[in-house]
């Protein structure tokens, strides 16, 4: 992975905060210098429950590419059942990493040519007192687990700015225990 | 400060910061966040305004003359359809000279249905009389905002802050947040020659004969030719306002360039690719790739549609050996509006120099069509290589 430019896609379902998770990240990637962030969700037909899809670009330098991401380096999978319904690895690079929610044994999975990373994001964020399908904080562990791109800290303060009057400290919970939890390998 | 936000809210902060005090609009996808941010800064008490709700944009344009009539500093948003609906009173609005400012979210008209981004709806009111800037990133737009309402109030003529929709309107991205001091450097507050006041009250805009006449004071009156000549002189010479209203923001701001071209690697070029608003950056990445197979391209963003500045534009292009035109709407029957607006700036121009630039044209993203990057090189790649072709050729066509 090129680390000064980075392409993530994220996968989720209407409702399930995709895109204010990789607000979140790109907030953070700001912060810690990648002067180009892009986050752009795609539209038109979003309905609560049906798959959406949210692009992130991060640059040590300014972004003037708007275009939607081709080649992600990254996707981010909020959901398992996702990997039926939509084409999540479609593009991806080899070698790209695959960041999912799953309750389902790491052991389960085989994605040929790519890393994957997987955690009970659902569990662990019941666990860590939010309300059951809360997974967006979640996930952004196991996204800096799988990735090591930001540091846990600098995400977890901005899980917290952006959570300030919902629930701060369950938020950011939820997303050290995933970042503790989060299984990484092939 | 940078804050990171969408396209909608840097619009919103930019008319917030310009201390409107009449807000009039109606929701219309992709333009609706703006409005909605407005009136949340308004119930919040972090703007000091009245919003008028409305029932059409019609309605709203209404409002924002009568407003503006008053003295106000005032401000509406539409797209597409919505900007149609208004097209009545934004005729009205130039031809009253009130110095509304709107902005015009970018996105394709019907039918059929289409909620996504294309540049027909501003293109379409481009002989309104109202002055046409173009916006390529959230820094210009909000920037824009600001300098707009400073042209408008200087010439007195209504400006649209087109920026593409969802590109640019719900996409993400930092921008530097300019405060509010310096803003009110910049931007004094409205104080109109006449508004309406009832201890002095006037007819404005009532029938106008097509001949000049004597009026009550005894003194030789406009026909309607003569104001609507004015209009037009006005905005010809509000070239130079928008050349001022930059350098002043430079001034002020530290940031700022060209008043009516962004050019990027043209210098040296002999060919340039030449479009409006978020296309024009990811042109440079095109350009770019093209670079790197040796050819000399480079792109220019036209921030200023109308007035057109075609001395600005002819002497930029002075010497090409080609202009490739990239359009997200088009003069159905004929070709890309900016294309022959290129075209008209160049004859008298470029044919006096001796050496006409060849001029091919693209129509790419029409209702949102996805515009990759590989397609926008390509594209050009064969306009700078291929000469046979005159027509315009549509990018992405599956038929």
Known sequence: MNRDYIEIRWHGRGGQGAITAAKIVAGAAFKSGYTGVVMAPSFGTERRGAPVMTSLKISKTKIYDLSPIEAPDVVVVLDHLLLKEADVTGGLKTGGMIVLNTPAGHETYDFPGYGLATADITAISVEAGLPHGMVNTGIIGSLEKAIGLLGIDMLIEGIEEEFKTRRPERNSLAAKLAYERTVTGD | ?399
């Open chain 2, 1 to 399: 400060m940078h804050i990171i936000e969408n396209g909608n809210v840097a619009a919103a902060m930019g008319i917030r910061l310009c201390r409107a005090v009449v807000i009039a609009a109606y929701p219309i996808t992709p333009q609706t966040p703006l409005t909605e941010k407005l009136s949340e800064y308004i119930d919040s008490g972090q703007m000091k305004a009245e919003y008028i709700p409305v029932e059409s944009e019609h309605s709203a344009m209404a409002v924002c003359i009568a407003a503006a009539s008053a003295g106000a500093r005032v401000s509406t948003a539409t797209s597409a359809n919505g900007l149609l609906y208004m097209h009545e009173q934004v005729q009205w609005a130039s031809g009253a000279r009130l110095p509304i400012v709107m902005c015009v979210v970018n996105r394709a008209v019907g039918a059929p249905w289409n909620i996504w981004n294309d540049q027909q709806d501003s293109i379409s009111q481009r002989d309104t009389g109202w002055m046409q800037l173009y916006c390529a990133d959230h820094q210009q737009i909000i920037d824009t905002v600001i300098k707009a309402y400073w042209i408008a109030e200087k010439t007195a003529i209504p400006v649209m802050v087109c920026y593409d929709g969802y590109i640019l309107s719900h996409t993400y991205m930092p921008f530097d947040l300019p405060d509010q001091d310096k803003v009110d450097l910049f931007l004094p507050p409205f104080s109109p020659d006449y508004a309406l006041n009832p201890g002095a009250p006037a007819n404005l805009n009532t029938v106008t004969l097509p001949d000049t006449r004597v009026d009550v004071h005894g003194e030789l009156a406009h026909g309607y030719m003569e104001i609507r000549y004015l209009l037009h002189e006005d905005l010809l010479n509000s070239l130079a306002v928008i050349a001022e209203a930059e350098q002043r923001f430079s001034e002020i701001f530290g940031r700022g360039g060209d008043p009516y071209l962004e050019s990027y690697l043209c210098d040296d070029a002999d060919y340039v690719a030449l479009g409006m608003g978020s296309l024009t950056y990811q042109l440079r990445v095109s350009v770019d790739a093209l670079r790197r197979e040796g050819i000399k391209v480079g792109v220019m963003g036209l921030r200023v549609y109308r007035p057109f500045p075609a001395e600005a534009v002819a002497a930029a292009l002075q010497g090409k050996k080609g202009v490739i035109v990239f359009e997200k709407a088009l003069s159905y029957g004929y070709e890309g509006a900016l294309a022959s607006d290129l075209k008209a700036a160049l004859y008298d121009r470029a044919a006096a120099a001796g050496a006409m630039p060849r001029v091919r044209g693209f129509i790419a993203g029409i209702g949102g069509r996805d515009i990759r990057t590989a397609q926008l090189t390509d594209a050009l790649r064969e306009a700078i290589q291929n000469e046979d072709h005159a027509a315009p050729a549509w990018i992405g066509l599956c038929l």
